[in-house]
């Protein structure tokens, strides 16, 4: 169980609320870390990402569930937060144009790669849900 209420839990929060994407790590079929960026939503207890079906993550996830996610750090190399937990097909999420949330914070973006909603959400169909277990992090070092 992770403790929102610490410091590195707040750190953590005070990112996923303002962050547009988050690295998720799957581990492929040979044992080896696959990272690719993503964007997501967090519905205060999961995190809900979509990808295309043909994406190997969705393999990957099918075979070991268990992920990684983690912002980029800051400049200096510091500020890190990596979440672990079980990633899942979450066949009853909402399609991405009927998920408000996603496209209040993507709707820019996806007319950005010149796609509609509707193409967008037809593309990225699959959605994965990754319901975090651990937090880990490193906090920025504090100024001299």
Known sequence: MIDW???LGQRTLA???SEE???LTTISPSGF????PVWFVWDGHTFLIYSMPTAKKIRH???TPQVALHFNTNTDGEDIQVILGDAYIDAS?????Q???YSEKYGAGILALGMTEETYSATFSVA???VPSRLRGLEPLPEL
């Open 5 to 7: 209420d610490n410091d």
């Open 15 to 17: 990112r996923i609320g």
């Open 21 to 23: 994407v988050i690295w």
């Open 33 to 36: 870390p696959q990272p690719r």
């Open 61 to 63: 996830i099918s075979q």
């Open 93 to 97: 999420a909402p399609p991405t144009k």
């Open 99 to 101: 998920n408000i949330a």
């Open 128 to 130: 994965l849900r990754v």
